[in-house]
């Protein structure tokens, strides 16, 4: 029997995954890719900022982020999850078209609706020193 703990965890890395398929400037989003993962409505608050999202304007960004990058890669370092939550510990390292590469350390907490969709995306990210 999978506890909501374990299914949270599946959750976001599955999140993860879709993120390293679709943010990649070759990828063709629709609202409707979208909603795999995020709900109708749900917040974004990235190193401190907070936005209230819906699908049609996280689509936006998303396509904005993903025009010069060839790739984002995701190394999970810890997990801690809960009923409600889960927070990764990561490596991430994006890749642009032009061959360059900017690699962060974030945190991340994501918590999902009764629907199994993003509702909250709060991420820390600091560029990582070589």
Not at 8 to 16: C, G, R, S
Not at 65 to 94: C, N, P, R, W
């Amino acid at each position: 029997m999978t506890t909501q703990r374990a299914r949270n965890t599946e959750l976001a890395h599955a999140v993860l995954g879709w993120n390293r398929k679709y943010l990649r400037h070759d990828s063709q989003l629709t609202q409707e890719l979208v909603a795999q993962c995020f709900g109708a409505n749900f917040v974004v608050q990235p190193n401190g900022r907070h936005y209230q999202a819906n699908l049609a304007l996280y689509l936006e960004f998303l396509n904005g982020m993903k025009t010069a990058m060839a790739g984002i890669e995701y190394q999970v370092l810890h997990t801690i999850a809960d009923e409600e939550s889960v927070v990764f510990d990561m490596a991430v390292q994006i890749e642009r078209l032009n061959g360059e590469r900017e690699s962060f350390v974030a945190m991340l907490l994501m918590r999902f609706d009764a629907t199994e969709k993003v509702s909250l995306w709060k991420e820390v990210y600091l560029p990582k020193s070589a």
